[in-house]
């Protein structure tokens, strides 16, 4: 599964910013998908998930009530809006897939990552 991220930039705080993860026409919409992020000198960390039918969701402590997951497997698209963003929120955003993931909250759990998409908030 080839998957790519966009929708990056830069933003100030209080500010939005909607990223996209795209992926293989025909296969994608198997796949459960998670975002995760890395900020300089910290290890990679679990954002968001969504399961491969959009019916179940999933956020860090860190961003619930601030961002929202969804997907449209018409389009093999999965998108996190990302509204009130802080300066904590800085970091490359990854997109993950993997069929039947069990704990969407662990990197080792999945197959598939895009090369991730830069997100800076400054105050």
């Known amino acids: 599964e080839h998957m790519v991220e966009s929708g990056g930039g830069f933003v100030q705080a209080g500010g939005s910013l909607r990223l996209s993860c795209a992926g293989s026409?025909?296969?994608?919409?198997?796949?459960?998908i998670a975002w995760f992020r890395q900020a300089p000198g910290k290890e990679r960390e679990f954002v968001s998930g969504i399961n491969w039918g959009g019916a179940r969701t999933y956020y860090a402590d860190s961003v619930k009530g601030r961002f929202t997951i969804s997907r449209d497997n018409a389009e093999n698209r999965v998108y996190l809006q990302m509204n009130s963003l802080k300066p904590e929120d800085t970091a490359v955003y990854y997109c993950?897939?993997?069929?039947?993931?069990?704990?969407?909250?662990?990197?080792?759990?999945?197959?598939?990552w895009g090369q991730g998409t830069q997100v800076t908030v400054s105050s």
């Open positions: 993950a897939a993997k069929n039947e993931i069990v704990d969407f909250t662990r990197t080792s759990e999945y197959d598939y």
């Open positions: 026409a025909g296969t994608f919409s198997i796949y459960d």
